[in-house]
């Protein structure tokens, strides 16, 4: 298997635009994972998803992001309008019935 | 809440010498603990779980991990360091039971010397 994969790597936009992030879970895994990368707050969970239904979206910081997954192939977070302090890394991680995850490379959003 | 602190944000050690990343927990009920190594620009690699049973749990790349519940302590061991583990290292907790939800720690990164 591929592993967790991530799409785009890097983005780059301005404030105020639109961002989509995508994630291909491993397949079979049932549990999805966002997670939010800075050096101020370290690792945060924004939002995970079983067998394609949200559990917990605590973690999402506003209105501006939301998360959808559509099928058990597939996730995207959404940044609109995108700010500034959203520059972060942000990473994918999937499990299937077990205590860990699997994560992927991650996407280096910088909004300027 | 439960909550994981990391008192070190670097340690360095010696090639060949034994490391220590230090982990401190504070949960309700019984803990799951793991650790989590991260290399540049790649995503958190799962290393090693403590849920139940033995207090000293291994894992890969020859680390372990001593569970300590009178110090509410999860440190990570190895007894000889490799340049190639240096790294950052997360700890993290689960939040509570029933949940597959993870508080991470802030990292712990090793730099490991020739």
């Known amino acids: 298997d591929a592993g967790v994969i991530q799409s785009p790597r890097h983005e780059v936009t301005e404030m105020g635009q639109e961002v989509t992030l995508r994630c291909k879970p491993i397949?079979?895994?049932?549990?999805l994972f966002w997670y939010r990368q800075t050096m101020m707050r370290g690792l945060e969970l924004l939002i995970y998803?079983?067998?394609?239904?949200?559990?917990?979206d605590s973690g999402m910081p506003e209105d501006r992001f939301s998360a959808k997954m559509p099928n058990a192939s597939f996730s995207t977070l959404k940044i609109q309008p995108s700010e500034p302090r959203d520059s972060a890394v942000y990473f994918c991680?999937?499990?299937?019935?077990?205590?860990?995850?699997?994560f992927g490379a991650g996407t280096r959003l910088s909004v300027l | 809440a439960q909550s994981v602190a990391q008192p070190e944000d670097q340690v360095n050690v010696a090639e060949g010498n034994p490391l220590t990343v230090k982990c401190t927990y504070s949960v309700s009920g019984n803990p799951y603990l793991f650790w989590y190594v991260q290399y540049p620009n790649r995503g958190l690699q799962f290393l090693l779980k403590y849920i139940t049973g033995d207090n000293l749990v291994k894992g890969s790349y020859g680390f372990e991990a001593e569970f300590n519940k009178s110090q509410t302590s999860f440190h990570l061991k190895k007894p000889s360091a490799l340049v190639s583990d240096s790294a950052l290292y997360f700890c993290?907790?689960?939040?509570?039971?029933?949940?597959?939800?993870?508080?991470f720690g802030t990292g712990t990164r090793l730099k490991v010397l020739a």
């Open positions: 993290a907790v689960r939040d509570s039971p029933g949940t597959y939800k993870y508080i």
């Open positions: 397949s079979g895994h049932d549990y």
């Open positions: 991680a999937s499990s299937f019935d077990e205590p860990f995850q699997y």
């Open positions: 998803f079983n067998n394609n239904v949200p559990i917990d």
